[in-house]
């Protein structure tokens, strides 16, 4: 399965961006990660394709909006309210569908993720 993220960019504290992310093939679960400068990568959203289960990082809640859209086999993230702490490369990832479902409480752990989109950077200047 092949990523490709889109929409990143520069915006206010308090600003909103739409991230969108295309896959080539069917997929389980999509998600969201993020990485800032000299930190490690995390979990920002993921949903499951089926049922369209959500699970966000505790940061994001309330502010981040992940979706699908079916017809287009991709998923959104509507990120609302943004704050400088939310700058990073964003990169979307996908659960290849020939794999075992996961649970909710697992759809944050990269490992268990297939393919990664090339990232895409989002700043929020204060």
């Known amino acids: 399965v092949q990523l490709q993220a889109s929409g990143g960019g520069l915006v206010q504290t308090g600003g909103s961006l739409r991230l969108s992310c295309t896959t080539s093939g069917r997929t389980h679960v999509m998600g969201w990660f993020r990485q800032a400068p000299g930190k490690e990568r995390e979990f920002v959203a993921a949903v499951r394709w089926r049922g369209g289960n959500t699970v966000y990082a505790d940061s994001v809640k309330g502010r981040f909006t992940i979706s699908r859209a079916n017809a287009e086999n991709s998923v959104n993230l509507q990120m609302n309210s943004l704050r400088p702490e939310d700058t990073a490369v964003y990169y979307c990832?996908?659960?290849?569908?020939?794999?075992?479902?996961?649970?909710?409480?697992?759809?944050?752990?990269?490992?268990?993720?297939?393919?990664w989109g090339q990232g895409t950077q989002v700043t929020v200047s204060s």
């Open positions: 990832a996908a659960r290849d569908s020939s794999r075992n479902h996961m649970i909710l409480s697992q759809l944050p752990i990269p490992s268990g993720y297939d393919s």
